[in-house]
């Protein structure tokens, strides 16, 4: 109904098919073999983490950049090499910033790019990988590849989607 209405899919835990769910957000799950069964628990909650904040906006500033650059730091964790999308605007920028700040050396970056199209933000993501000297993999999708990669794509997704964005992801 709401895929229909809304053109939505991600605000609940309903998919398409009955019986089958969607992990809830902010939770994970553990499988017991022996009892065959999945036990959810709950490892973040958005309405216990927002509070009121009454420092100035340079405070402000400041305790964004420091949560910013803790989650960044958490993430990048890891024994095998880490990339990030990157599409040109400020989130993803931001992101790919704060990984090099952290001393990651050789950053892949993922971009889909719209030659030719008024959203296409390439100049933006070659200033960034520049600046960054980053590892740059950039698809560029057209109609004719999405007409070929349709049905593949339909049924690696498993239910409909909201928009173009998951194929450029796909590729």
């Not at 053109?7 to 398409?16: G, K, M, P, Q, W």
């Not at 704060?98 to 200033?127: Q, R, S, W, Y």
Request: contains cysteine.
């Amino acid at each position: 109904r709401y895929y229909l209405l809304y053109n939505i899919t991600d605000h609940t835990v309903e998919t398409f098919f009955n019986g089958l769910m969607k992990f809830p957000k902010g939770h994970y799950g553990v499988y017991s073999i022996k009892k065959k069964s999945l036990q959810l628990a709950q490892w973040f909650d958005i309405n216990k983490t927002v509070g009121t904040f009454s420092g100035s906006y340079e405070q402000a500033v400041q305790e964004l950049r420091m949560r910013l650059q803790r989650s960044v730091q958490r993430h990048l964790v890891s024994d095998v090499p880490l990339g990030s999308c990157l599409s040109g605007g400020i989130d993803s920028t931001s992101l790919v910033y704060l990984m090099k700040n952290e001393g990651k050396e050789k950053i892949a970056t993922f971009t889909a790019v719209f030659p030719g199209h008024v959203f296409n933000e390439e100049c933006f993501v070659d200033k960034i990988s520049a600046s960054i000297s980053s590892i740059s993999h950039k698809i560029q999708v057209n109609p004719e590849e999405f007409k070929n990669d349709i049905e593949k794509f339909i049924r690696s997704m498993g239910e409909p989607v909201p928009g173009p964005s998951p194929y450029a992801q796909y590729l």
